[in-house]
């Protein structure tokens, strides 16, 4: 942590800041890689309901071969990851080897809902497809508090008063955007009432060289 000093007599005041929490990554997917697995997801008949969390009638995990085509396509974005959550803790970017766990696609409707969970692994992430008009107008239209409908919520940590430090964040997403995250990061997602489908891709990766890894790195 480099040394900042508080000149007060010039009035010149340099500062720092500690990097607190967890590291979350968001960027956008071009098209191409939508498409696909939007049109692969419709396509997908093996349920996977029975290893998720979700209160969602339509999970279904991707094929093999999907699997391998998409995490090949990502690779550069969850190298990516690692050098900016590193940079983000201020610890050495060591060679890290990633192993994917799954892939699977997310059909929520109205009604549907995520409570709150944490994923396996070391790191998740979540991709959007489709994020209909019709929903993104129901979340623009909210009033209350908290993570409107078929928003993406993320916490952690405990809630003060006065609010000192923010414990938690509400995403609206659209479509094309992907964030990746610690694993063991607690979200939910709030359920909606409009007519239409929410489509989203989940997966779980872990580090895979942990043995070749110093103790305290993780």
């Known amino acids: 942590m480099s040394k900042?000093?508080?000149?007060?007599?010039?009035k010149e005041i340099t500062f720092g800041?500690?990097?607190?929490?967890?590291?979350?990554?968001?960027?956008?997917?071009?098209?191409?890689?939508t498409k696909k697995l939007l049109r692969e997801g419709k396509k997908a008949k093996d349920s996977y309901n029975h290893a998720l969390a979700g209160h969602l009638n339509?999970?279904?995990?991707?094929?093999?071969?999907?699997?391998?085509?998409?995490?090949k396509e990502i690779e550069l974005v969850i190298s990516s990851y690692r050098h900016q959550h590193c940079k983000y803790h201020g610890i050495q970017n060591l060679n890290v080897e990633f192993r994917a766990h799954d892939?699977?696609?997310?059909?929520?409707?109205?009604?549907?809902?995520?409570?709150?969970?944490?994923?396996?692994?070391?790191?998740?992430?979540v991709y959007f497809l489709d994020v209909p008009n019709k929903l993104i107008k129901e979340r623009d239209d909210f009033k209350g508090t908290g993570g409107g409908p078929g928003c993406?919520?993320?916490e952690y940590g405990?809630?003060?008063?006065?609010?000192?430090?923010?414990?938690?964040?509400?995403?609206?997403?659209?479509?094309?955007?992907?964030?990746?995250?610690p694993a063991l990061l607690q979200h939910w997602v709030a359920p909606f009432k409009s007519n239409c489908t929410r489509i989203s891709v989940s997966g779980n990766l872990s580090i895979a060289n942990k043995s070749q890894l110093p103790n305290d790195y993780f």
């Open 4 to 10: 900042k000093f508080a000149d007060i007599k010039n």
């Open 17 to 33: 800041h500690m990097n607190w929490g967890p590291f979350v990554y968001f960027t956008k997917f071009p098209d191409y890689i």
């Open 58 to 71: 339509h999970q279904y995990l991707y094929p093999q071969s999907v699997q391998e085509w998409f995490y």
């Open 103 to 125: 892939l699977w696609v997310n059909f929520m409707k109205p009604g549907d809902f995520n409570p709150v969970h944490t994923h396996s692994g070391d790191y998740s992430f």
């Open 152 to 154: 993406l919520n993320f």
């Open 158 to 181: 405990l809630q003060q008063r006065p609010k000192w430090c923010t414990t938690g964040v509400v995403i609206k997403p659209e479509t094309g955007d992907f964030y990746m995250f």
